[in-house]
Each structure stands twice: as structure tokens, then as C-alpha cells.
């Protein structure tokens, strides 16, 4: 007679104690993980209200990066702006709350219009496509 097997590749549980355990030690590591982002979360918020009060006040907005990863896209009053990245989208909605920033669905044009770029900015931009030095 052959094993049943669950979609997961793993066999049914033979009785309701052996659901409960593993359901438990999901728990437990699912608590561990909250605890990991809050921790992240206060971090990252100290960060965000650090710049936001440097720069007479900010707007944020959050965008996925890739492996779960979340970038915080700050523009200050002034027009400075800076990035950070949070391993969870939670993560980093958390600190931007936490901070008392804006969070702003888009970077739109009217966000992308605040943004201050000077000569480094625009050197970056052009010397790593054009007339710059080599990208080695």
C-alpha cells in the first residue's frame, strides 16, 4: 500500500495532538519573526523621525524591492531625500508610523517635485551612462 502524501510533500497527521504541535511550533516561530520586525520597526522609526526632524519634516512612501524587501523613499521640507530598507513591508510601515511621517501611496510627480538634486546627484547620474569615468 503506498504513503498518502499532502500537497506539501508531507504525510497527514495521524491524530489532532500531532496538528496542535505542529501548529505550535509554527506559532513560536511566527512570534519569533513579530518580534524581529517590531525590533526593526523602532530601528528603522529612531532613523526616519531622526531625518524628518533634520529636514524640517518629511513624506515617505514605501515600495517593494525584491526578497521581501521594502524600501522607505523619505523626502524632507527642504528637499533632501534618502532610502532606507526594511526586510518586511510591515517592517517598514511600522517605522514610518512610529515616526509620525506621511506615507504617500506613489512618488508621483508632485512628491518627485520636492526632491533637491545637486552635482553629486547629477554626476552619479551621467558618469555612470555618459562621458563619466569607467564603472569598474
Known amino acids: 500500500m503506498a504513503d498518502i502524501k499532502q500537497a506539501d510533500g508531507q504525510a497527514p497527521a495521524a491524530d489532532g495532538a500531532a496538528q496542535e504541535a505542529a501548529g505550535a511550533a509554527g506559532t513560536a516561530g511566527t512570534a519569533g519573526a513579530d518580534k524581529r520586525a517590531e525590533r526593526e520597526a523602532a530601528r528603522l522609526a ?3 523621525h ?3 526632524a533634520s529636514h524640517g519634516g518629511a513624506e515617505g512612501q514605501l515600495a517593494h524591492i525584491g526578497r521581501g524587501r521594502t524600501r522607505i523613499a523619505l523626502v524632507g ?10 526586510n518586511s513591508y510591515g517592517a ?3 517605522a514610518v508610523r512610529k515616526a509620525g511621517v506621511e506615507l504617500r501611496e506613489d512618488f508621483d510627480g508632485e512628491m518627485a517635485a520636492k526632491v533637491r538634486t ?3 546627484e547629477w554626476s552619479r547620474m551621467a558618469g555612470l551612462q555618459i562621458g563619466g ?3 569598474t
Open 46 to 48: 529612531k532613523k526616519v
Open 50 to 52: 531622526a531625518f524628518a
Open 77 to 86: 521640507s527642504d528637499g533632501e531625500w534618502g532610502n532606507l530598507v526594511a
Open 92 to 94: 517598514a510601515e511600522g
Open 118 to 120: 545637486g552635482p553629486y
Open 133 to 135: 569615468p569607467a564603472n
